[in-house]
């Protein structure tokens, strides 16, 4: 008992000795090592003659990342390749950018909004951007299509807050393409962003504290940034490529999200069973129009049973194909950009492991 109040006298003299912003520091850090860590990942050795051919097929054309191998609802195949960065291996645990992954959570989070403010997938853009051109037509649906016809000039190389990223991009955005036409543009993903900024008067980042971080082990990028394990980025020659926070900053919503290969298909396979929004809420984001496979942020295809995601930054790759319920899935995420390589083996093992 003796001991134990001593140390307890210890911890509020050393408390009492910190300057404010250690004290501030301190229980942020408390806080962070309370956060939720997604249970079940785990490193998972090849020991099938099946799952032992793909993990050769890797090596052989000198993967770099996590792969992650789901076949009938088992895990055949969980683990790093090559370096992380310095002399650290890549594992199940390292975090790569979303990229343009992040699309679909960023589309998760405004569907939870439009529940709460009673919005339909027919409301209109006019309704938060009037000054926005053709903003009387173009909807919520329309933005997460991609069939808005809004375009932009390149983002700013400024820095600046969230907000101010946003705003730059409104004041600028064109309508220069034909509407009901998927024309890949991050113009509207970035929009949506700065309707959740009106609609709960926080940034992108507390929102995906308070949305999504309790429940899956996602970073932003400040959190990415920080993060003492975070992998080197490389070219497809292998050259590593700096990492530039700026650039990742100005992707409000379309490319400022990092996690895990484990966490992005846990996020993904529950966004179909109803357990991350209502299923009907689900369905209506998912609905493809007009011929184009996209819709929330992934690529829809076989009469909307398989998805697929694909992004590319600053010497990172990250692809996802799998069945929308899970069951089948192929996950590269990969700190060497090289889409003939990560993509080309991603979708050649997906179709494999569904024979």
Do not use: C
Not at 288 to 304: D, I, K, P
Request: no cysteine; net charge positive.
């Amino acid at each position: 008992m003796g001991a134990m109040l001593l140390r307890q006298h210890q911890q509020v003299k050393d408390n009492h000795d910190m300057t404010p912003t250690q004290q501030k520091n301190k229980q942020q850090a408390l806080q962070d090592s309370k956060k939720h860590q997604d249970t079940g990942i785990k490193t998972v050795e090849p020991t099938s003659s099946q799952s032992r051919s793909y993990d050769e097929q890797l090596k052989k054309v000198g993967y770099s990342g996590t792969a992650l191998i789901v076949q009938n609802n088992q895990i055949i195949l969980h683990k790093g390749y090559g370096k992380s960065r310095d002399s650290i291996s890549n594992s199940v645990t390292t975090t790569y950018p979303l990229a343009s992954i992040t699309k679909n959570v960023t589309s998760i989070m405004l569907l939870k909004q439009m529940k709460l403010h009673d919005l339909s997938k027919d409301t209109k853009l006019s309704t938060f951007y009037p000054q926005i051109p053709n903003a009387d037509n173009i909807t919520l649906q329309d933005l997460w299509l991609m069939q808005s016809g809004l375009s932009n000039e390149k983002f700013s190389g400024k820095k600046m807050s969230q907000k101010e990223y946003v705003d730059d991009v409104v004041k600028r955005v064109k309508a220069s393409e034909p509407m009901y036409h998927w024309t890949y543009n991050a113009t509207n993903f970035i929009i949506i962003s700065g309707i959740l900024q009106k609609l709960t008067n926080q940034s992108y980042d507390d929102l995906l504290e308070s949305q999504i971080q309790p429940e899956y082990r996602f970073e932003n990028v400040k959190q990415f940034s920080e993060n003492d394990m975070r992998p080197q980025g490389h070219d497809k020659e292998g050259n590593p490529i700096n990492f530039n926070k700026q650039r990742f900053d100005r992707e409000v919503g379309t490319g400022d999200v990092f996690g895990t290969a484990w966490t992005t298909y846990k996020f993904l396979k529950n966004e179909n069973n109803g357990s991350v929004v209502p299923s009907a809420d689900y369905k209506m984001l998912t609905q493809t129009l007009n011929g184009a496979s996209y819709a929330g942020g992934l690529y829809h295809s076989e009469g909307g049973t398989v998805i697929g995601g694909h992004g590319m930054m600053q010497g990172f790759e990250s692809t996802v194909y799998m069945t929308k319920d899970g069951k089948d899935a192929v996950l590269l995420f990969s700190n060497a950009n090289n889409p003939d390589v990560n993509k080309v083996k991603a979708r050649e093992l997906f179709k494999d492991i569904r024979k």
